[in-house]
């Protein structure tokens, strides 16, 4: 076994309502306490949620692997990715794939982290790693994880950061126009009368624009740079899922603590920190529903698959019929797998048909 970092897991970590409203004492026994359940989400904070007009789409999050391990013993490897499973990934409703991969983002191994809906196959939403970088544990959760683990999710990652004394060094915020209340035209406007700059006489960002030449694939128009730390893209995001007819245009803001620190009530306080970005954002005021966004993506990615299929498979379907003496059903049964969905096919995406 290779020797990774040392062990003996003494408690979970509390959380700040664990410490205002302490009723036991935390296991040191290696098991977890029940005041390790959570019980933080109530009415206010649900009805908070539903009217974020930005959400969280890409998070990741640096801790001390010192102040969950003790370095008196040794863990090998597939004890310490079980650690991470248990403390973290199993609160917010994620796994891990147990292959040992290599080395990521400047350290000596990571994981895949995966979700897994009921009777579905699981799917990569992000990774975690570990070897190297001061002895520092790195988690990536990405945008499908972001939406799997909710409001809930975040505020208990807050808590296991603020209680470790961890750092967001990336994290990305988003709102969505979903029917065209926000075109790349109108972005670009916004630039050109400077409100992207840092104050009246500041200097313009960095601007780039891709344009998809017609395509249907959808343009992006990117603003400022990775390298300073905050970058922002508007992009059609309806034709890049597939339809070259939308009018859905996401505004993303990617934030890096390369000249900044990133609080952590930024995980609380979603929309704030996204129109307080850049004054032509301030107009972001209206309630958002994240269960549109993730309808309309459901819509287009049936849709998407319908089409390709067609354009793909169409013609040899018409061979297969003349083949099989016209018979539809003798086709379908020759080419139907019920193994498993398509990874890209959302099961709410497929519509009822009476």
């Known amino acids: 076994m290779i020797s990774a970092i040392a062990a003996d897991i003494s408690y979970p970590l509390p959380t700040r309502k664990d410490k205002e409203n302490a009723k036991r004492p935390y296991s040191n026994t290696g098991e977890r306490s029940t005041v390790h359940e959570r019980q933080r989400v109530g009415e206010a904070q649900i009805s908070t949620e539903k009217a974020q007009i930005a959400f969280i789409d890409f998070l990741t999050i640096v801790f001390p692997a ?36 290599g080395g990521r983002n400047g350290y000596k191994h990571h994981w895949k982290i995966e979700y897994k809906a009921k009777d579905k196959l699981p799917i990569e939403v992000g990774f975690f790693c570990f070897g190297g970088n001061n002895d520092t544990i790195c988690i990536t959760l990405t945008g499908s994880a972001c939406k799997t683990i909710g409001q809930e999710g975040f505020a208990f990652i807050r808590d296991f950061i603020e209680e470790l004394k961890g750092h967001i060094t990336r994290i990305d915020l988003a709102h969505d126009c979903l029917y065209g209340e926000v075109n790349l035209s109108q972005v670009r406007e916004w630039y050109d009368a400077g409100t992207f700059r840092s104050s009246s006489r500041g200097k313009y960002p960095n601007c780039q624009f891709i344009d998809d030449c017609g395509s249907g694939k959808g343009c992006t128009l990117y603003v400022g740079s990775r390298e300073s730390g ?12 597939g339809d070259s007819s939308s009018d859905w245009v996401r505004l993303e803001l990617e934030l890096h603590n390369k000249k900044r620190g990133i609080p952590y009530e930024i995980l609380d306080k979603i929309s704030e920190y996204l129109s307080g970005a850049y004054q032509c954002l301030e107009y972001l005021h209206s309630e958002q529903s994240r269960i549109l966004t993730e309808q309309k993506s459901e819509q287009i990615t049936f849709e998407h698959l319908e089409h ?11 061979v297969m019929l003349q083949v099989y003496d016209g018979c539809p059903d003798v086709v379908v049964e020759q080419l139907r797998r019920d193994d ?14 009476e």
């Open 340 to 353: 498993a969905l398509p990874q890209r096919l959302i099961p709410a995406s497929i519509p009822i048909r």
């Open 66 to 101: 010192r102040d969950i391990f003790r370095f008196d013993k040794y863990l090998d490897l597939e004890d310490f990715a079980q650690a991470i499973d248990h403390y973290f990934l199993s609160n917010i409703n994620l796994s891990y794939n147990a292959d040992t991969k």
């Open 230 to 241: 905050k970058y922002f893209r508007a992009y059609e995001k309806g034709k890049q899922l």
């Open 308 to 318: 390709y299929c067609k354009q793909a498979y169409g013609r040899f379907v018409e």
